[in-house]
């Protein structure tokens, strides 16, 4: 859990910028040597400037997975307690750990941000989202029923609502959560 210092040196901006610069790597990983900016397959990528060295830094998405949990005709959101986009509403998701299967992670993150255990009933879609500062993310997206658990706030949120259709956030903190809910409310 971070400490307030922290949430509150939280800067956006430098972010999106070392971001958009190759998320601020500057040196190989595998041998030390410096980085240079390189074209390969028509994209422009790190690559180790030692010749001995094969290493390609490929800025790829990272992958995230959530559930739009629903009961009663409702859609379980919560309240985010850390940067980014801190005190906005989300679907509860998060970034997946090494050998995690996307399923795991769901549930796993439904578990930790509001209590509950959940059943995943279907893959719902995948979303690309690029308005995080601090990477760029693939969230694949089940639908989920509650099974078990105490609804409470915990880990990554603040508070934790089942929203109905008309009482929807106006804006919530990612925008594939907007397109993500927005697509779930259509399809009714």
Same mark, same amino acid.
């Given at each position: 859990m971070? =400490? ?9 901006a430098?972010?999106f910028?070392?971001?958009?610069q190759?998320?601020?790597?500057n040196?190989?990983?595998? *041998? %030390? @040597?410096?980085?240079?900016?390189e074209n ?7 690559? *180790?400037? /030692?010749?001995? *060295?094969d290493f390609v830094?490929y800025? /790829? &998405?990272?992958? %995230?997975?959530?559930?739009?949990v ?5 859609? #379980? #959101?919560?309240?985010?307690?850390? &940067? &980014?986009?801190l005190? $906005?509403? *989300?679907? &509860? ?6 050998n995690e299967?996307? $399923? ?5 993150e439904?578990?930790e ?5 959940i059943?995943? =009933?279907?893959?719902? =879609?995948?979303?690309?989202g ?6 760029n !993310?693939?969230?694949? #997206?089940?639908?989920?029923e509650?099974i078990?658990? /105490? +609804? ?11 929203? @109905? !259709?008309?009482?929807?956030p106006?804006? +919530?903190?990612? %925008?594939?959560? =907007?397109? !993500?809910?927005?697509?779930? +409310?259509s399809?009714r």
């Amino acid at each position: 859990m971070k =400490n307030s210092k922290e949430i509150k040196e939280f800067d956006a901006a430098k972010l999106f910028a070392r971001k958009k610069q190759f998320g601020g790597y500057n040196f190989c990983p595998f *041998c %030390a @040597a410096e980085l240079e900016k390189e074209n390969l397959d028509g994209h422009d990528r790190l690559t *180790c400037s /030692n010749a001995d *060295c094969d290493f390609v830094h490929y800025h /790829n &998405p990272v992958p %995230a997975a959530g559930a739009i949990v629903i009961k009663d005709s409702k859609i #379980l #959101l919560v309240k985010r307690a850390h &940067p &980014p986009r801190l005190d $906005r509403w *989300c679907i &509860p998701a998060g970034f997946m750990e090494w050998n995690e299967h996307p $399923r795991d992670t769901a549930t796993r993150e439904v578990k930790e941000e509001t209590g509950l255990i959940i059943k995943l =009933n279907s893959l719902f =879609n995948l979303y690309s989202g690029d308005d995080d500062p601090r990477t760029n !993310a693939i969230l694949v #997206l089940y639908l989920a029923e509650e099974i078990g658990g /105490n +609804l409470q706030a915990s880990d990554d949120a603040s508070e934790v609502h089942y929203f @109905a !259709a008309d009482e929807m956030p106006e804006e +919530l903190a990612f %925008a594939s959560h =907007n397109q !993500a809910i927005s697509d779930y +409310l259509s399809s009714r």
